[in-house]
């Protein structure tokens, strides 16, 4: 009987997660937030200080800013910003000995178009040590978006990474079964693109007043 009764709450849940989906999980600001931010908003942050191009991989991000109904949210802003190839952060008190990149501003900032779309052209980040011996973080890129209903801060990783699995603020979100909704997906290079680049997508949800409404009236009605 009662695992009927489990199965008919899974069920339930199924069919609500499939009508909405859940908001992107939040993360630490972290210490690198820029405290000087380039002039240049950017959307192409390869081109770096002065037009000198920055060292390491190209990589591309795209994504949306979009509701719990997948609805597009016009007009966000998403600030981005990561380390440089070698782990180095354009900040003051980043303490990583590594060289730093002095072409790599660091930081980008967009508005979604009417798609809720965003790109971002920069380079991959590399890992970097933490104040906590042995762990080092993954390659990742810091978000805050902010709409007119919420504000996001969150931290978006790579698939395949080796130190994925060792970085605990990952983890944490394997932990809550929610890795997937902080993890970006790699996509096919386009046309112009170069060879060696690397290209992925990644998508951002957050609630709306409209869309909780929406939510909380059909879990009502369940
Ligand atoms: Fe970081």
């Given amino acids: 009987m009662s695992e009927n009764i489990d199965a008919a709450r899974q069920q339930k849940k199924m069919a609500e997660e499939a009508k909405f989906l859940a908001r992107t999980p939040s993360e630490e600001i972290g210490p690198m937030y820029p405290v000087a931010k380039p002039e240049d908003r950017g959307e192409d942050l390869v081109a770096g200080a002065d037009g000198v191009a920055v060292d390491g991989q190209i990589l591309y991000i795209r994504g949306r800013?979009?509701?719990?109904?997948?609805?597009?949210?016009e007009g966000a802003e998403v600030e981005v910003w990561h380390a440089d190839p070698h782990g180095r952060y354009p900040h003051p008190c980043d303490m990583n000995p590594a060289v730093i990149d002095?072409?790599?501003?660091?930081?980008?900032n967009m508005i979604t178009g009417s798609d809720g779309g965003f790109r971002l052209r920069s380079t991959k980040p590399?890992?970097?040590?933490?104040s906590t011996p042995g762990w080092w973080r993954p390659p990742h890129i810091h978000f805050q978006v902010t709409t007119a209903h919420d504000r996001l801060v969150t931290q978006m990783y790579i698939p395949g990474e080796a130190l994925?699995?060792?970085?605990?603020?990952?983890?944490?979100?394997?932990?809550l079964n929610q890795d997937d909704r902080v993890t970006a997906?790699?996509?096919?290079l386009d046309e112009g693109m170069e060879d060696?680049?690397?290209?992925?997508?990644?998508?951002?949800?957050?609630?709306?007043?409209?869309?909780?409404?929406a939510q909380r009236k059909d879990r009502a009605k369940s």
């Fill in 65 to 73: 800013v979009i509701d719990l109904t997948g609805a597009a949210i």
């Fill in 102 to 108: 002095p072409n790599f501003t660091g930081w980008a």
């Fill in 126 to 130: 590399g890992p970097y040590p933490t």
């Fill in 164 to 175: 994925n699995e060792k970085d605990e603020l990952l983890m944490r979100h394997v932990r």
């Fill in 185 to 188: 997906r790699v996509i096919a």
């Fill in 196 to 213: 060696d680049a690397l290209s992925i997508e990644f998508n951002i949800v957050l609630p709306t007043p409209h869309t909780i409404a």
